[in-house]
């Protein structure tokens, strides 16, 4: 008895110099890089922050299929395509991205019904993005096979996801999006206009633009007590760099049912971005983020726009520092002979002559100039983040 006594006692020391071993390691610990998702209520009263990174359109016409391919291992592999890009992306607490394609599987196709090679999921992850969209009009491109792989392939990759369901019993355990991070907790909410005429499969949902829904959903994450609640809408006419009355009036009625942040995407062009304060409330609207790859290279629509939204939280309250954005434009090397991808960050390249090259160097400088003059006039505190060559960090315009 004694020994087993004085066993314990040893236990119990070394488990309290262990204990106090982990408290001083605590102190330093960063906040881990896992998304958790999930309804739990935890809130912290430390001052913390959070960056969310909005990123629009990825598409994947057949060009880009057939650049992803390579020929050394026989198998598709999109990296390369987001190489320049990922460090941005990856800085952000989170990425959030609109996938505007089918994961259905073999034959892969382009426009105008989209199924891309899972390979562009991975690559997307791997350069940093950490949550997909579904919801758009080209959700259904491949049917009921496209919508139920699209989902079951991003659940064995890890990668969360919102906006398409397999029946209302998953999109109920799942819907709103719940995600904690640092200490935040912010609501995702994800919706299309229209899925190009193609009806939905029964029991797979394809969550649309209605007011009676979306009234139901924000009702739904505000009684989870989110710091935000963000609804990602597809909307908008194609091409039209100014949101017509359809963005502004359901940009408005999630504003009035408790959002305070809308990010649109659809035109594959970009629209103007708003940041009002009034009072500890803050209210954001993105209109479009445009194209974040394509094949589409007619100026505005071969470069995006990614929003930043800067969060900080004291005393429990969380309120937006502030937001920028960065631009994007995709450039289209052409390497041993094959026309390739690269996403870059803008402002990183644009006085890159010796890396772009006489041609792509002015097709990129049509793009900055049309996106910085609608930015310039349009926006509203939300400038533009500017890479600085010297110290190799980005920083937001003043
Ligand atoms: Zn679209």
Same mark, same amino acid.
């Given at each position: 008895m004694?020994?087993?006594?004085a066993?314990s006692?040893?236990?119990?020391?070394y488990?309290?110099?262990?204990?106090q071993?982990t408290?001083?390691i605590?102190?330093t610990?960063?906040?881990t890089?896992?998304?958790?998702?999930?309804?739990?209520?935890?809130?912290?009263?430390?001052?913390?922050?959070l960056s969310i990174?909005?990123?629009?359109d990825v598409m994947?016409?057949?060009?880009?299929?057939?650049?992803?391919?390579?020929?050394?291992?026989?198998k598709?592999?999109?990296?390369?395509?987001?190489?320049?890009?990922?460090?941005v992306?990856s800085q952000?607490?989170?990425?959030?991205a609109?996938?505007e394609?089918?994961?259905?599987?073999?034959?892969?196709?382009?426009?105008p019904q989209?199924?891309?090679?899972?390979?562009?999921?991975?690559s997307?992850k791997n350069?940093?993005v950490?949550?997909?969209?579904?919801?758009?009009?080209?959700?259904?491109?491949?049917?009921k096979?496209g919508?139920e792989?699209?989902i079951?392939?991003?659940?064995?990759?890890?990668i969360?996801?919102?906006?398409?369901?397999?029946?209302?019993?998953?999109?109920?355990k799942a819907?709103? #999006?719940?995600?904690e991070?640092?200490?935040?907790?912010i609501?995702?909410?994800n919706?299309?206009?229209?899925?190009?005429?193609?009806?939905?499969?029964?029991?797979?949902?394809?969550? #649309?633009?209605n007011k009676?829904?979306?009234?139901?959903?924000?009702?739904?994450?505000k009684?989870?007590?989110?710091?935000h609640?963000?609804?990602?809408?597809?909307?908008?006419?194609?091409?039209?760099?100014?949101?017509?009355?359809?963005?502004?009036s359901?940009n408005q009625f999630?504003?009035d049912?408790?959002?305070?942040?809308v990010?649109?995407?659809?035109?594959?062009?970009?629209q103007k971005?708003?940041?009002?304060h009034?009072?500890?409330?803050?209210?954001?609207?993105?209109?479009?983020?445009?194209?974040?790859?394509?094949?589409?290279?007619?100026?505005?629509?071969d470069g995006?726009a990614?929003i930043q939204i800067?969060?900080?939280k004291?005393?429990?309250e969380?309120?937006?520092?502030d937001?920028?954005?960065?631009?994007?434009w995709?450039?289209?090397p052409?390497i041993?002979?094959?026309?390739?991808f690269?996403?870059?960050p803008l402002?990183?390249? $644009?006085?890159?002559?010796?890396?772009?090259?006489?041609t792509?160097?002015?097709?990129?400088?049509v793009?900055?100039?049309?996106?910085r003059?609608l930015f310039?006039a349009?926006n509203?505190n939300?400038?533009?983040y500017i890479?600085d060559?010297?110290?190799?960090?980005? $920083?937001m315009e003043?």
């Amino acid at each position: 008895m004694r020994q087993i006594l004085a066993i314990s006692i040893f236990l119990l020391s070394y488990n309290l110099s262990l204990a106090q071993e982990t408290l001083e390691i605590d102190t330093t610990i960063v906040p881990t890089d896992t998304i958790a998702i999930s309804t739990d209520t935890t809130s912290l009263t430390k001052d913390t922050t959070l960056s969310i990174l909005f990123i629009g359109d990825v598409m994947g016409h057949g060009t880009q299929i057939n650049a992803a391919f390579d020929d050394n291992t026989g198998k598709y592999n999109y990296d390369s395509c987001f190489k320049y890009i990922s460090p941005v992306i990856s800085q952000a607490d989170i990425a959030i991205a609109n996938l505007e394609v089918t994961l259905a599987g073999w034959p892969y196709k382009g426009y105008p019904q989209f199924s891309s090679p899972d390979a562009l999921a991975i690559s997307l992850k791997n350069a940093g993005v950490d949550i997909l969209a579904t919801a758009n009009n080209h959700s259904l491109d491949r049917r009921k096979k496209g919508l139920e792989r699209t989902i079951d392939m991003l659940d064995s990759l890890a990668i969360p996801h919102t906006g398409t369901f397999k029946n209302a019993e998953e999109r109920k355990k799942a819907y709103p #999006m719940m995600i904690e991070k640092n200490g935040f907790k912010i609501a995702l909410l994800n919706y299309t206009y229209a899925t190009n005429g193609i009806p939905v499969s029964k029991p797979n949902i394809v969550n #649309m633009i209605n007011k009676e829904a979306i009234a139901k959903d924000l009702k739904a994450a505000k009684a989870k007590d989110p710091d935000h609640i963000i609804v990602f809408m597809h909307w908008g006419a194609e091409y039209q760099l100014k949101p017509n009355k359809y963005e502004i009036s359901f940009n408005q009625f999630c504003k009035d049912n408790g959002a305070d942040i809308v990010i649109g995407a659809h035109p594959h062009v970009i629209q103007k971005m708003e940041l009002t304060h009034q009072n500890t409330y803050s209210s954001l609207t993105a209109y479009s983020l445009g194209n974040f790859v394509s094949n589409q290279r007619t100026s505005p629509r071969d470069g995006g726009a990614m929003i930043q939204i800067n969060f900080k939280k004291f005393g429990g309250e969380s309120t937006i520092v502030d937001a920028g954005y960065y631009l994007t434009w995709v450039y289209k090397p052409l390497i041993k002979g094959a026309r390739k991808f690269r996403v870059l960050p803008l402002s990183q390249y $644009e006085d890159d002559e010796a890396f772009l090259g006489e041609t792509a160097l002015k097709k990129m400088t049509v793009y900055k100039k049309i996106a910085r003059k609608l930015f310039d006039a349009e926006n509203i505190n939300v400038p533009e983040y500017i890479y600085d060559s010297e110290s190799k960090a980005w $920083e937001m315009e003043k």
